[in-house]
């Protein structure tokens, strides 16, 4: 029993948990539910005249994706202005001038609903905005401490609405904002059911302009969510809380979580490939929106691991795209390490990658799990053979980032199958510096 992966929770029963809990936006999915924003709207509450805001970036403004939503809610009778300058990896301070520039144009009580377009980093700007404008302050008033204040949102504030034009971050369901903090080199989330948004709309016309190595990145993103909420663990693992507020919002895999985490490994594994190289087919871009949707709903409510621990401090020294590190970091932490968890499920998940394990053991099958998702990651062509293909680092980088992954992530840590320790953490780091030979 894990009482330590009680994250939240100072009072707790002596007795293992027998609830779960999901909470899931509004989710319309399919080819041009784009044409039914408005009607998402109008259904969260919008009135016939009102005035919304619109969170992109500049390639979305671009490619003309931004127009197709800002003309489409004009036309049903909506006015908008678009915010453009999202910034990949959103710092504290990019968040804060997205919310300036709504005081300034909307004033202190902001627009009447918002739109967040485009990826994880879109989205995640659109959160904390939204969020920020309803309960007042700023940021890192919600951060946790000691970076920030560790205020508790109160408020939702007007509705939002996530289109994700990437199919990978889960940012459109998920109840997290992350955010960078550059002079301490760490990235820091603001984690309530406040910052969820009201709806999701997935149109995969939107996503087949991403280039193949975005592509291949956010799909690993999303392949790590479902992989990680699979094989985390259960919810009765926990104790139970004596105030079901204090339920952490990582709680462990339940029936439900399982059952989209086996859809979502067998869409992802198996469209990947083809929507690397043929991004225009939209069958396969529907596949993966969907897949990356079911990973999310999978692994955002069960809980991200090890592996998401571990990318967050090298995201933030060197900068890294947060899904081509998780797709580093995999093969030697959410597999190889988190087998011996429980082999047995790491067999089932070798068989949703396509694996035949007929006559081998439970650890056999895990090992050959590693193998096909390390054949996965080279048959995209775009992703780097290991850490040190990454970002050039070395076996000297490895204790800083051990350190680090223990001292500031312990929110993930606990959700891991495997106990872990530094030294653990460290003899992963020095695994994945060559998943293959270059
Ligand atoms: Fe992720």
Redesign the pocket.
Known sequence: MGYERSVSAPNHELSTETVWHVTMPEIRFGRDSTDELAFQLRDLGVDDDAHGLVVTDETLVDIGHADRVTEHLEAAGLSVDVYDESEREPSVEAAERCIEYVRESAGEAGYDFYVGLGGGSCMDTAKVARAVIANGGSPLDYIAEPTGDGKALTESGDPLVLMPTTAG??AEISPVAILSVPEKEIKEGISSNHVRADAAVLDPTLTTTLPPDLTAKTAM?AL??AIEGYTTHEYDSLLRPTDPADRPVYAGRTPLTEMFSEKAIDLLSNNVRAAVHNGDDLETRENMLQGALFGAIAGLTAG?SLC?AMAYPVGNRYHTK??ET?AVLTPASTIDYNAASDPGRFADVAEMFGVDTTGMTDREAADALQSQYVQLQQDQNVLPSGLAELADITEEDVDWLARQTVETQQRLLRCNPRPVTEDDVRDIFLDALHNWED
């Open positions: 971050t889960g993103d790590g969510h991200a998401h947060h899904g998780i």
